[in-house]
């Protein structure tokens, strides 16, 4: 979804020409040396080549490069549309292909931080009031990055709110939805019961249906709790789930790359601060504020999306992806991933292969109902992840590519010249499904049948809730 878009403090700060190429020389420079590092060149040179070869062509041509850190800010990141996956996709229907029916999976828009993770940004800025006369005496000239401290800074976000970010993206998806699919009409919405994810599908609707939405659908709400079997949240009926399955991997990261950033920072101030002490988890909740202010205030609003340099934002998306592989991928226990997320595969394939009822089914879930489904179907693995690097510059997955805020999963159930094919795009760009076993086109979709027919999701199809399977995956 576009957004109005500040001078960027990464684009414009006021020097010369030559000065802003210059500086813009030395992050692609910063970009090279961060995907060497991130390749772990001194113990796995065979991984150097393929991650130039994910690079922009600019920076291997050695001429100036862009860096877009908000496409970098894991399911933190904005809404935005990636390159397919893989980029060699073409975009779009197949020739000789219409969309007859789609299964909708959205993920609720931009919000204010969660109660787990407010209190690393109140704490920065308890730090920063709590010593105001350091901050607004600099005794040197500051770093023009850092010059907003000089007059303090508060954190106002409140905890779990849609913002006005949010809600623009769910309406915006909305309209776009029905425009591009006219022919395609339901007349029910399913949402998780919770509060961010309903007032998105009401926002959805609103922009889908328009003003008589609530007389033209129903909204049915599904409980987000621990005896509400749902494939929009079905870890929560999983006994031997747990959010620190990702947390724990998350904090082992955090020891390897937030001490040198942290170092780096209050080296950079010693100058104009002798006694500033930023420690690694203040700076975790500078990071954090970068990531919610752009959430809440948009693109170029946050003072502390600045501060990083382009490598230090890459290693923090790697814990955003550690997190949530962790707690909701691959990273999960006794195979628990594939199978809590068999719930989803199950509903999708059920509605494509019905020539009955409505052709468009809504949805309304988390950026984890996403990861969940990508796993059952074996979608964006990887052969290893290592908690404490090095970090794999083309790792496959990226929730920063998956589940951005207002992530939009859209299955379409395509008829081609009489035959039944199957599409996925993820945030609007071709996916191929051949990972599945299925043998896909050069747009990414696949025989509806043989998809159907593919061992992975063949395994995800014969589990119920609460059989063997389940419940051997679920143990405590």
Request: net charge negative; glycine share 8%; proline share 6%.
């Amino acid at each position: 979804m576009p957004q109005i878009r500040k001078p960027s403090p990464w684009d414009h700060d006021g020097r010369t020409k030559v000065a802003r190429r210059r500086q813009a020389d030395r992050r692609c420079i910063f970009l090279v040396l961060a995907v060497i590092m991130a390749a772990g060149f001194w113990r796995k040179a065979a991984w150097l080549m393929p991650a130039f070869a994910s690079l922009p062509a600019t920076v291997l041509a050695g001429s100036s490069c862009h860096f877009n850190p908000y496409e970098h800010l894991g399911n933190l990141s904005p809404y935005w549309k990636p390159d397919n996956t893989p980029s060699s996709l073409q975009s779009g229907t197949p020739p000789g292909c219409s969309v007859e029916k789609a299964f909708l999976v959205h993920r609720h828009g931009s919000r204010n931080p969660l109660s787990d993770e407010i209190g690393a940004i109140r704490n920065l800025s308890y730090y920063i009031n709590n010593n105001t006369d350091l901050f607004s005496q600099p005794q040197t000239e500051l770093p023009t990055e850092f010059a907003f401290l000089t007059k303090g800074w508060n954190s106002t976000f409140t905890t779990n709110d849609l913002s006005a970010i949010g809600r623009q993206q769910l309406f915006d998806h909305g309209v776009a939805l029905r425009l591009q699919y006219p022919d395609l009409h339901t007349d029910v919405v399913l949402a998780g019961d919770q509060d961010r994810v309903v007032e998105s599908a009401v926002w959805f609707m609103d922009g889908y249906y328009g003003r008589s939405a609530n007389a033209t659908a129903t909204l049915n709400r599904i409980a987000e709790d621990d005896v509400t079997v749902s494939w929009i949240t079905p870890m929560d009926t999983c006994e031997g789930w747990k959010y620190s399955f990702g947390g724990s991997l998350v904090s082992q990261w955090g020891v390897v790359y937030l001490p040198p950033l942290a170092k780096r920072i209050n080296e950079a101030l010693k100058p104009a601060y002798p006694t500033v002490n930023f420690t690694s988890s203040l700076v975790h909740g500078m990071l954090y504020a970068c990531a919610y202010g752009t959430a809440v205030s948009g693109l170029d609003s946050s003072p502390w999306c600045p501060v990083f340099l382009p490598e230090e934002i890459l290693q923090h998306e790697y814990e955003y992806d550690l997190l949530m592989r962790g707690a909701f991928g691959y990273g999960l226990p006794n195979g628990m991933g594939p199978v809590i997320g068999s719930l989803l595969v199950s509903n999708i394939t059920s509605f494509l292969q019905n020539d009955s009822g409505p052709n468009l089914s809504l949805n309304f879930g988390h950026d984890t109902t996403i990861d969940l489904g990508l796993t059952a179907l074996g979608l964006a693995a990887d052969s290893e992840y290592p908690a404490e690097g090095p970090v794999n510059a083309t790792r496959l997955w990226r929730t920063a590519k998956q589940v951005p805020f207002g992530a939009q999963m859209l299955w379409r159930g395509l008829s081609c010249d009489g035959e039944k094919r199957i599409q996925l795009l993820l945030n609007e760009a071709n996916f191929d499904l051949g990972p599945t076993g299925c043998e896909s086109d050069n747009y990414g979709s696949c025989s509806l049948a043989d998809f159907v027919a593919a061992g992975t999701v063949q395994a995800a199809l014969n589990v119920t809730h609460g059989d063997a399977r389940w419940n051997a995956a679920c143990s405590i």
